[in-house]
């Protein structure tokens, strides 16, 4: 079993809908949770961390649920340019940095 | 200020050969962390430097080795390049201690092994 799990899509959508995509982990340990985005052969970026109140940033919305293991992100009115591979990474925390990827989500954003 | 940077961006190799790759952290981090991340996959975790020791390690064979210098950039060398080393060879950089988030891709190296 892989220890981040996502849908790996494609997600075809048109502009302004909302999407959401879903990821489960398996190591309950882990403390720290993130989206990346990462665009056709460029570096992934952070989108946005997650936190276990749930956090929005704009059209983006994160929850984390650790008792599912389940981390979700939304986003609302899609843009063109969201076009992207979006990532679930979660990381043990500690202090220790290493970050453990989903295979990531691909959403493309059509007119 | 500049960013993570990495060189060379693309590199092609046959089966059997060496290669390096190298990656200066982001000014004031003194930590970098590899990933590979092949076709249709996240990135996976190598190993990560500190203070110029490996200090983590993702479940990757010895021909994977690594060395960061004193002035915090690191190389990564592989042996024996297999077809299956075919990837984009990321570098991450953070502050020791720092939290996960704050961790900073370089550009990648995309390695082609024929």
């Known amino acids: 079993r892989k220890e981040v799990e996502q849908d790996p899509g494609p997600f075809n959508v048109p502009e302004g809908a909302t999407v959401a995509f879903n990821c489960t982990y398996s190591?309950?340990?882990?403390?720290?949770f993130f989206w990346y985005r990462q665009d056709c052969r460029k570096e992934p970026k952070l989108l946005m961390s997650?936190?276990?109140s749930g956090n929005e940033d704009g059209r983006f919305t994160a929850q984390l649920n650790r008792a599912s293991q389940y981390i979700s992100l939304l986003i609302r009115d899609s843009k063109l340019s969201d076009s992207a591979t979006y990532l679930c990474v979660v990381s043990p925390g500690g202090g220790g940095n290493k970050l453990t990827f989903g295979t990531g989500t691909q959403l493309k954003v059509e007119l | 200020d500049a960013g993570v940077t990495q060189s060379p961006t693309h590199l092609i190799k046959t089966r059997g050969q060496q290669v390096t790759l190298r990656c200066s952290p982001k000014s004031g981090h003194d930590t970098v962390s590899w990933y590979q991340q092949a076709l249709g996959q996240g990135p996976q975790f190598i190993f990560q430097y500190y203070e110029e020791e490996e200090r983590q390690r993702g479940n990757f064979p010895d021909r994977f080795s690594g060395h960061q210098f004193p002035n915090y950039s690191s190389e990564l060398n592989v042996n024996a390049l297999l077809l299956g080393d075919s990837a984009l060879y990321l570098c991450?950089?953070?502050?020791?201690?720092?939290?996960?988030?704050?961790?900073?891709f370089g550009p990648g190296t995309r390695l082609t092994v024929l």
């Open positions: 190591n309950s340990a882990s403390q720290s």
């Open positions: 997650v936190y276990s």
């Open positions: 991450a950089s953070s502050l020791r201690g720092g939290l996960p988030d704050t961790q900073y």
